[in-house]
């Protein structure tokens, strides 16, 4: 980069946080201070003053006359280092989205001057709600404890955190409660180093390594990517292990090691509540060089992680999508953990993929890449064998000598047919439970709709009560009292008659997270029963805290959607009860035996992963479909045969290349209109190389009030998708209807 600014007059490019692909030309007032690429800048922008980022070097060029000069440069050195604004440039022109948009993705909003908040904790307040981590060492701290030389509060505080130190990190609150001690003896324990108080993360805490033993895959995998590793050479590894295989303590040693030759790692997983769960085992493991970056955050918190990270005190940081973009110095490693989940596609602008970006990320950078699973998506699997772009690793058995659990199918068609009960859990189901609870041992049961009843039937009408923004059923929430739409989260009391024909009789039918709930309280009276759902866990705190919960032994069922079949491991769950997985089956979507497969496997993989022999019981009413069958099977081969073939026969990916161009309007004759004219344009300007497949409304065909037309493209080439794409974005009736028409490049769904 030129340090130097170029004399006379200059100009540079911003970027704007507009819905335009395109940069803005803003002259550089003379006299200024020295402006770089990754600077942000307050301009005008017609009325308004917008906050951008300069993406160019200053040119010395004559500014044409009206050319708006910048208003303040906010930053005296880049704000954002090269590798993210080039990586963000990269991100933008593949998802053809706007390169201002996925900058205001690259950073905590709370950053920006308007928020007047640089993450600054200097004065932050010590309350009851703070956390303690122990700052010593288990045997040093031991010691302080028998010590008559040290203060008998300090000697209360470090026994109670001697016998919590497998349950997280306790509430400052709770831990003086505990101890019998004032708060302010805390307070005076971390001004002497032996305790840390933090909100979020500790950044003193040292870490513990444990001695780690690899089996024969394990360490065949960590010396196919050292390697790579220390020479700094970009390869894509697809580590494909079955569940409880360790390929979590794969991962941790290989970032131990991206830090032993002095660089940083990061750590991707699909959602914020499996942020919460590991990292707490990375702060055990590496301590303070730890950081972590979420939405449920607070702004500060996110503003200080992020900081942490661009200014090298973080080596590793741990999150969902949004850490893609973290800042951090030198950076050596990617990991990707359950690569196949599809929370890694945003689902608003910019709609990009955080998998694919990561090993884009990786490949510029020249560093590994690994993509961890223990049920692949269908692409990557293709990608580490037929297509030849990634490395295939391989961990077949379960660490520790734990065997896969055994599964047995209940076909809930004969089921509901011998019993003449609609009843939802199976007598199979119901006499495990049972089994299990005498054995002192814990289950986990799967039901992937949340709520009580999924939808409020008229007996007189027969219609169900709808969402007035959204072409769905509302569904109940008992505890809630209310009725909800899971698209607009629009809410209504529970009808006392029926909306369309004031009919009284009113029918809850279909049985959600919380009616299983109910259930299984019904059922099972003695048992301890919780539940895990975007209702009943809104935060990666709660999250964490209901986990910990369940690893103590203080939940006998734990009930819930697929939060519940990621991520843990809990070595006395020997049952894993599967209520309804395989509706997605029914859903007009190519990738439906997929998600089916991978909800199945992951879920009944949550069971006997101690010394316990497992246990599945699959309810199914399609007990013969090929991804039942190879879930029941834990045979991914299986799966992946007869889906690859598929594929192939309908030109899908990894075959094809596609893209959705979807078209929103409150008005329904011209939502019909613009998506017809929009694949008119299609069709014409991809002279038959590319295939233009609608329009036809969408699987839910209103949302939040507006109609839904969708087209799909389907190239064999990327090349020639994205140059039909670029034109389509350009023509004249794209641009005034910019609002209304939405392109996503790589969808994870056809809904």
């Known amino acids: 980069m030129n340090k130097e600014r170029a004399a006379g007059p200059a100009t540079v490019q911003v970027a704007l946080p507009v819905p335009t692909r395109h940069t803005y030309t803003y002259s550089v007032p003379p006299g200024s201070e020295t402006i770089f690429p990754g600077c942000r800048v307050i301009v005008p922008f017609g009325k308004r003053k917008l906050l951008g980022v300069v993406v160019d070097e200053p040119a010395p060029l004559e500014a044409p006359p009206g050319l708006k000069p910048i208003e303040s440069i906010i930053d005296g050195r880049p704000f954002l280092p090269p590798d993210v604004l080039e990586f963000s440039s990269w991100l933008a022109d593949y998802y053809l989205a706007p390169l201002g948009m996925v900058l205001r993705c690259a950073y905590p909003s709370s950053l920006d001057p308007a928020k007047d908040s640089r993450g600054d904790e200097k004065s932050r307040r010590r309350a009851g709600r703070d956390r303690v981590a122990l700052l010593r060492p288990r045997d040093e701290a031991a010691k302080l404890s028998a010590d008559e030389d040290v203060t008998a509060p300090f000697r209360k505080v470090i026994r109670e955190l001697l016998s919590l130190s497998d349950k997280g990190y306790p509430e400052a609150s709770l831990l003086a409660k505990l101890a019998k001690v004032p708060q302010y003896t805390l307070q005076e324990m971390a001004e002497a180093g032996i305790i840390e108080l933090f909100s979020d993360v500790p950044t003193s805490l040292p870490g513990s390594p444990p001695a780690f033993e690899p089996s024969p895959g394990q360490r065949a995998a960590l010396e196919a990517v050292a390697s790579p590793l220390r020479e700094r050479i970009h390869k894509t590894f697809l580590l494909h292990g079955v569940t409880g295989s360790g390929k979590t303590e794969v991962y941790l040693n290989l970032m131990e090691l991206a830090l032993q030759e002095g660089g940083s790692a990061l750590y991707m997983v699909p959602e914020i509540s499996l942020t919460s769960l590991l990292a707490r085992r990375l702060l055990e493991r590496l301590g303070g060089r730890v950081a972590i970056l979420h939405s449920s955050m607070s702004d500060k918190e996110r503003a200080r992680q992020w900081l942490r990270a661009r200014e090298g005190s973080a080596k590793v940081m741990i999150g969902p999508r949004s850490a893609l973009f973290a800042p951090l110095c030198d950076l050596r490693l990617i990991v990707v953990d359950e690569e196949h989940d599809p929370s890694y596609k945003q689902q608003e602008s910019p709609r990009y993929h955080a998998r694919d970006m990561a090993v884009l990320r990786g490949m510029k950078a020249s560093i590994p890449v690994v993509l961890g699973s223990a049920t692949p998506s269908v692409e990557s699997y293709y990608n580490a064998t037929d297509g030849g772009k990634y490395s295939l690793i ?145 935060t990666g705190e709660a999250y964490d805290r209901l986990w910990l919960a369940f690893e103590r032994g203080e939940i006998d069922i734990l009930v819930g959607t697929q939060m519940l079949a990621k991520g843990n491991d809990v070595h006395n769950v020997t049952l894993s009860g599967i209520v309804s997985a395989d509706f997605i089956l029914q859903m007009p979507d190519f990738r439906g035996a997929e998600r089916a497969f991978q909800l199945i496997t992951q879920a009944a993989g949550r069971s006997g992963r101690g010394s316990h022999a497992g246990r599945v019981v699959l309810q199914s009413f399609h007990p013969d479909h090929y991804a039942v069958q190879a879930a029941a099977a834990q045979d991914f081969q299986l799966f992946y045969q007869r889906d690859i073939k598929y594929r192939k026969m309908v030109g899908y990916p990894p075959f094809t290349a596609i893209a959705r161009v979807e078209v929103r309007h409150k008005d329904h004759a011209k939502c019909g209109a613009l998506s017809t004219e929009a694949a008119v344009f299609l069709r014409a300007e991809s002279r038959g190389e590319v295939k233009v497949l609608g329009p036809s409304p969408c699987f839910v065909p209103r949302i939040e009030g507006f109609y839904r037309h969708q087209i799909l493209l389907k190239s064999p080439t990327r090349a020639r998708l994205k140059a039909l794409l670029r034109a389509f974005i350009e023509s004249p009736s794209t641009a005034r209807h910019a609002k209304a028409i939405d392109i996503e490049v790589d969808p994870v769904s056809l809904l």
């Open 394 to 538: 391989e961990l077949s058995e379960r660490a520790g000598g734990a065997s896969l659990p055994s599964v047995e199918i209940v076909d809930m068609r004969k089921e509901y047919e011998e019993t003449k009960s609609r009843d939802v859990i199976s007598r199979a189901l119901a006499t495990a439970i049972g089994e299990t609870l005498e054995r002192k041992r814990q289950a986990i049961v799967l039901r992937n709709r949340t709520g009580f009843a999924t939808f409020v039937l008229c007996r007189k009408c027969g219609k169900s009560v709808q969402c007035p923004d959204c072409a769905v059923s509302m569904t109940h929430h008992l505890k809630a009292r209310n009725l909800r739409c899971h698209y607009c989260g629009r809410t209504a009391p529970v009808p006392a008659a029926c909306p369309s024909c004031g009919g009284e009789f009113l029918q809850f039918l279909g049985a959600g997270s919380e009616k299983v709930e109910e259930l299984m309280a019904g059922r099972f009276p003695g048992a301890r029963i919780a539940r895990m759902d975007r209702d009943a866990v809104r």
